[in-house]
């Protein structure tokens, strides 16, 4: 099993360019969240799924749109870069609504 | 909304030391975590516990829930342990899908 695989691992956007980032797990998982990591904060929730075409808003959900099509894919879609958005972010996924396995982040810079 | 707090933020020890790293949160919850972040790389979830304590190897995890105190302790620690760890809680007293919320790591340097 690949477990939960993010790409691209490290990518830079100009402000104002879109993008998704990708994430897909093999282990039949309901459960998948997107997060991202900034430093001197702790990781915060930008979107979750429970399950295939049921998404929802965590904490820091503007600027970034989800779609859950399919159990084993959640991209996270960028739709106007902002130099805010430059983070660590990480996918993750779980049988139940508690994220146990993480990907292993992608780092983003807006410029 | 629950509210996670780490200590130390920082912490150099010598192998071999007894390490402990302490969470504390402020809402009543259903069940804590235990995260690892080596540098640069992905984040693993070591431990999630309702109460008691759990082992696994070195590491030991304890949770009071009375006093809403979690402790992760270290035995016999090595350099190959140098890690962010990372508590985490349901980020409402009912839990559920809209996930955790994370305190902010406490980074740990075993030096040899």
């Known amino acids: 099993n690949a477990g939960v695989t993010q790409t691209p691992k490290f990518q830079v956007l100009k402000t104002g360019q879109s993008m998704t980032l990708q994430c897909a797990q093999d282990?039949?998982?309901?459960?998948m969240s997107w997060y991202r990591q900034d430093p001197g904060m702790g990781l915060r929730l930008i979107h979750y799924?429970?399950?295939?075409?049921?998404?929802d808003q965590g904490e820091v959900p503007n600027g970034y749109n989800v779609s859950r099509s399919t159990t084993e894919d959640f991209p996270l879609r960028l739709l106007s870069a902002a130099p805010s958005q430059t983070s660590v972010y990480f996918c993750?996924?779980?049988?139940?609504?508690?994220?146990?396995?993480f990907g292993n982040g992608t780092r983003l810079t807006v410029t | 909304k629950n509210e996670v707090e780490q200590s130390p933020q920082n912490l150099t020890a010598q192998e071999g030391e007894f390490i402990t790293i302490n969470c504390s949160y402020s809402?009543?919850?259903?069940?804590l975590h235990w995260l690892q972040q080596h540098p640069g790389g992905g984040i693993v979830s070591l431990f999630m516990l309702s109460s008691g304590k759990k082992k696994h190897g070195r590491l030991i995890a304890t949770i009071n829930i009375q006093e809403k105190h979690s402790s992760l302790h270290i035995t016999a620690s090595h350099p190959r342990d140098s890690a962010v760890y990372i508590c985490a809680v349901p980020r409402w007293s009912g839990g559920g899908a809209d996930g955790l919320t994370f305190g902010k790591g406490t980074h740990l340097i075993i030096q040899p």
């Open positions: 282990m039949n998982h309901e459960y």
């Open positions: 809402v009543g919850i259903s069940a």
């Open positions: 993750a996924s779980s049988p139940r609504a508690v994220p146990l396995h």
């Open positions: 799924s429970v399950g295939a075409g049921i998404t």
